[in-house]
């Protein structure tokens, strides 16, 4: 009798596990894998000053990928109007970085219609210069190296915040090209004390703050807007100021024709000199260094 019951016991099971063994037939059963795809942080930048101080700071920051809006053509955002083709860059954007201090005078369209879309002004603190005449405040800021520390600070602290992950990574590359600007400052502040003319005419009113900086003096300005020819009354103006102090060198910038300049070259005997104003260039993380050493030699040359 016990036997039995044990044989019966053993069939039981043997039943119920060909039972399980069938319902299970014809699935498959895996461990799931760990997602490889990482999410991609889109930031978009106004203009090139701002594309290349974000790039340094966002340098080898891995998932973070960096957009220039404009053409590295297209020069200061001067009265510049928003493109199709922008606000679609900006809509596949997290965070759009500007310059602020007015250069990027379509913001309120950028907010209206992209209210998600996180903003960082890389000018702010930064005290400013009223624009000659006293419309509005000078938005050049980055040309003065001691500026260009500070929206570089600027780009890290706001970016820290908006992205902790990679807060200190931000924070070592900030340090790092900072560290750069501060030497390059005191390599240009060496060679640009000393030059004994300190009278300059630029081509427009991109150079203040760097004047500001080297204790230069800018007497004239041909061109208060870009692609805004002075009339006769202001080149005769011009003029009589290099006559009356005795300028020996006019300044243009590479972004801009320079029919005015030479018009005034040849009336007044003045040397023409570039200074860039660092609006165009190479899209590479050393660009605004190697242009203000290149404008450090160019004045070196102009004032002495």
Not at 3 to 12: D, E, I, N, P, Y
Not at 41 to 69: C, E, H, Q, W
Not at 113 to 135: F, T, V, Y
Not at 264 to 283: Q, S
């Amino acid at each position: 009798m016990r036997k039995s019951a044990t044989l019966l016991t053993t069939a039981v099971l043997l039943v119920t596990f060909a039972i399980l063994l069938t319902s299970c037939q014809g699935q498959t059963f895996q461990v799931p894998e760990k997602s490889t795809e990482s999410k991609t942080l889109t930031i978009v930048t106004s203009f090139y000053p701002v594309y290349i101080a974000t790039i340094n700071v966002t340098k080898d920051v891995p998932g973070v990928r960096v957009v220039n809006m404009t053409q590295p053509v297209t020069g200061c955002l001067h009265d510049y109007q928003l493109k199709p083709d922008d606000l679609k860059t900006l809509s596949e954007a997290q965070i759009f970085v500007v310059n602020g201090a007015g250069m990027e005078a379509f913001m309120d369209k950028v907010v209206s219609q992209l209210p998600h879309l996180k903003i960082i002004e890389a000018s702010r603190g930064i005290p400013l210069i009223k624009s000659d005449g006293g419309e509005g405040e000078n938005p050049h800021v980055w040309v003065n190296i001691s500026n260009a520390i500070q929206q570089v600070k600027n780009i890290e602290l706001q970016l820290s915040v908006l992205d902790p992950e990679h807060a200190a990574q931000y924070r070592a590359n900030a340090d790092a090209y900072a560290g750069k600007l501060e030497a390059l400052r005191a390599k240009m502040h060496q060679a640009l004390d000393g030059v004994r003319e300190r009278d300059i005419i630029t081509f427009h009113e991109a150079f203040p703050y760097f004047a500001r900086e080297f204790n230069l003096n800018v007497v004239a300005v041909i061109e208060r807007e870009p692609g805004s020819e002075p009339s006769p009354a202001e080149l005769a103006d011009t003029i009589g100021i290099i006559q009356k102090y005795g300028i020996k060198a006019l300044f243009t910038e590479p972004q801009y024709p320079v029919k005015a300049a030479e018009t005034i070259a040849r009336e007044t005997g003045a040397k023409l000199f570039v200074l860039d104003p660092v609006v165009t260039g190479p899209m590479e993380p050393d660009a605004y260094l190697k242009i203000m050493e290149s404008n450090m030699k160019t004045l070196e040359e102009a004032l002495n």
